[in-house]
């Protein structure tokens, strides 16, 4: 029976999405799926991992891993890989999962498959789907010997509904020796809101916001979507937000429901941070913006007049 060990994540006292959709993705390759739950005062979240597709819940619970270093939450995954002899390990595609995999991949000499968008067949017949290129083209990735490692890029698979497992949930001590780093505390310029790469909706702006008071109205159409405001480099680079926000090749790799990109000439660079969101809607002054070539809907207009209307339609919509 094929076992596999998945890294949930907590951020601000609520678990991550994507440790749902990780957790999802194991149980399509593997009969067992165990997840390791690490941090301070996480255990409470445990209960929820259990019913979402996990068999067993790992807790580890101790005060120099209450923020994330690679060196205290390599030893201590690795003490659990010992622990469960994994035949799988998932991540999330997230700053967290993309540090930590790789090390991990290495500490094991085995292969990491990085960015899994979907994954086809299951069982060690699976076959794991990820863009290449810029997001141009995917290739389909099949391990043939040793253990099978891969990151969840958010929103791509659908986690298993509340009640899909029963799994119990224990409280391991592992040990901690010579950490190099601690991290005392994280202070994080405030965006607000939805995580923006766990969000359904983004609407996101670029040199044509004009100014940082020009993502006044995008941040208002968001709030009301509950979805997050995003942007493109040439914003972050005229200092019209900071880059916690921006989406791109050099930024954060999105994949909502629906993008909404207002001001944005649509770079290549840009556009392989958003193309594979599921409904792309373009606002653009000019009608031979490159955005317009993935857009599924565009407005030819500027967008301090479109944005506003869409605003108040949508609140029409929603009030009936």
């Given at each position: 029976?094929?076992?596999?060990?998945?890294?949930?994540?907590?951020?601000?006292?609520?678990?991550?999405?994507?440790?749902?959709?990780?957790?999802a993705?194991?149980?399509?390759v593997?009969?067992?799926?165990?997840?390791a739950?690490?941090?301070?005062?996480?255990?409470?979240?445990?209960?929820?991992?259990?019913?979402?597709?996990?068999?067993?819940?790992?807790?580890v619970?101790?005060?120099?891993?209450?923020?994330?270093?690679?060196?205290?939450?390599g030893?201590?995954?690795?003490?659990?890989?010992?622990?469960?002899?994994?035949?799988?390990?998932?991540?999330?595609?997230?700053?967290?999962?993309?540090?930590?995999?790789?090390?991990?991949?290495?500490?094991?000499?085995?292969?990491?498959?990085?960015?899994?968008?979907?994954?086809?067949?299951t069982?060690?017949?699976?076959?794991?789907?990820?863009?290449?290129?810029?997001?141009?083209?995917?290739?389909?990735?099949?391990?043939?010997?040793?253990k099978?490692?891969?990151?969840?890029?958010?929103?791509?698979?659908?986690?298993?509904?509340?009640?899909?497992?029963?799994?119990?949930?224990?409280?391991?001590?592992?040990?901690?020796?010579d950490?190099?780093?601690?991290?005392?505390?994280?202070?994080?310029?405030?965006?607000?809101?939805?995580?923006?790469?766990?969000?359904?909706?983004?609407?996101?702006?670029?040199?044509?916001?004009?100014?940082?008071?020009?993502?006044?109205?995008?941040?208002?159409?968001?709030?009301?979507?509950?979805?997050?405001?995003?942007?493109?480099?040439?914003?972050?680079?005229?200092?019209?937000?900071?880059?916690?926000l921006?989406?791109?090749?050099?930024?954060?790799?999105?994949?909502?429901?629906?993008?909404?990109?207002?001001?944005?000439?649509?770079?290549?660079?840009?556009?392989?941070?958003?193309?594979?969101?599921?409904?792309?809607?373009?606002?653009?002054?000019?009608?031979?913006?490159?955005?317009?070539?993935?857009?599924?809907?565009?407005?030819?207009?500027?967008?301090?007049?479109?944005?506003?209307?869409?605003?108040?339609?949508?609140?029409?919509?929603?009030?009936?």
């Amino acid at each position: 029976m094929s076992k596999a060990l998945v890294l949930a994540e907590s951020r601000d006292g609520n678990l991550r999405n994507v440790s749902f959709e990780a957790i999802a993705a194991a149980n399509l390759v593997a009969d067992e799926v165990v997840v390791a739950l690490i941090g301070q005062n996480v255990a409470a979240d445990a209960s929820q991992l259990a019913a979402r597709g996990a068999h067993q819940v790992l807790v580890v619970e101790d005060e120099r891993l209450q923020h994330y270093t690679p060196d205290g939450y390599g030893q201590v995954f690795m003490q659990l890989i010992e622990r469960v002899a994994p035949d799988v390990i998932v991540f999330g595609h997230t700053s967290l999962g993309k540090d930590l995999s790789p090390k991990i991949a290495a500490k094991l000499q085995a292969g990491l498959i990085s960015d899994v968008t979907s994954i086809e067949g299951t069982g060690t017949e699976a076959s794991f789907i990820r863009p290449i290129y810029s997001g141009k083209a995917f290739e389909k990735v099949k391990v043939s010997e040793g253990k099978i490692l891969f990151t969840v890029r958010p929103n791509n698979i659908e986690p298993l509904a509340e009640g899909a497992s029963e799994g119990t949930v224990e409280s391991v001590t592992v040990e901690l020796k010579d950490l190099r780093t601690i991290v005392s505390e994280v202070v994080r310029k405030a965006t607000g809101g939805v995580d923006l790469s766990e969000a359904k909706v983004i609407v996101a702006g670029g040199r044509g916001v004009k100014s940082a008071d020009g993502f006044a109205p995008l941040q208002e159409l968001a709030d009301l979507l509950g979805g997050a405001v995003g942007a493109s480099r040439g914003a972050c680079d005229a200092d019209y937000c900071d880059y916690a926000l921006q989406i791109g090749q050099t930024g954060k790799v999105v994949t909502p429901d629906l993008y909404i990109a207002c001001g944005i000439s649509g770079a290549i660079q840009h556009l392989a941070g958003m193309s594979n969101a599921k409904v792309i809607v373009a606002i653009n002054k000019d009608p031979e913006a490159n955005i317009f070539s993935v857009a599924d809907y565009g407005i030819v207009g500027d967008l301090f007049d479109v944005v506003p209307l869409l605003t108040a339609e949508f609140k029409k919509m929603l009030v009936h």
